[in-house]
């Protein structure tokens, strides 16, 4: 949901001309309105007293789970032993990844991911392959985060991605017009705005 809507503006503009982005554009619009509507009904069926508009991000990794606040606070539980839930200091988080664990011997190292509302982007946890160096990241719309990786969707329809590169799957420097971004633990998926999708890494 707070994807979507950092993203629509991006869509909007390339891929509002074509035909078949528009009907994605629909789509998109329609199930987005549906999940609010969903969303809210399910949390005051709960008890949750607020306001329609209050949004949520979740993101769950192997062992450890983020939860990023209306107020842009994040709150994480579960395994912590690389310092991937040390997130109590992010502010103005829209949303949130956690890095997947492959089965190896690494089992439990994971690291955590936050987009900042201007378009920066924090990372916590297990950094052996630089995979949270995103200190430098700017106009970042999205972000994805894989096994000892993290991608990030720029609001020019441009990928960029830090960490484990052994099989290609950070090899995105070329993509174009992508409106969204999936990362596994060997490789890398984007969607662009025709519908067609592009993709990197171990096959």
């Given at each position: ?8 503006p ?31 009904d ?40 690389c ?19 492959h ?28 995979q ?10 999205a ?6 990786r ?10 960029t991605?830090v ?5 290609g799957?950070?090899?995105v ?27 990197a890494?171990?096959?």
């Amino acid at each position: 949901m707070i994807f979507l809507r950092c993203v629509l503006p991006f869509l909007s503009e390339t891929a509002g001309g074509c035909r078949a982005g528009g009907v994605f554009l629909d789509y998109i619009n329609k199930k987005e309105r549906e999940r609010d509507h969903m969303d809210f009904d399910a949390a005051k069926a709960a008890g949750f007293k607020g306001d329609r508009n209050l949004q949520f991000a979740l993101a769950a990794g192997c062992r450890h789970t983020l939860c990023a606040a209306a107020d842009g606070t994040v709150r994480a539980a579960g395994d912590n032993r690389c310092c991937q839930c040390d997130v109590s200091g992010w502010r103005n988080i829209v949303a949130v990844a956690a890095g997947n664990v492959h089965t190896a011997p690494n089992t439990g190292n994971a690291h955590s991911v936050g987009l900042v509302s201007d378009g920066t982007v924090v990372a916590a946890g297990w950094n052996r392959h630089g995979q949270c160096d995103v200190g430098g990241w700017r106009g970042i719309v999205a972000v994805a985060a894989g096994w000892r990786r993290t991608v990030g969707l720029k609001a020019d329809g441009t990928v960029t991605a830090v960490g484990r590169n052994e099989e290609g799957e950070c090899d995105v420097d070329d993509w174009r017009g992508i409106v969204a971004i999936a990362a596994g633990d060997w490789h890398t998926v984007g969607l662009k705005a025709d519908g067609t999708a592009v993709a990197a890494g171990n096959n």
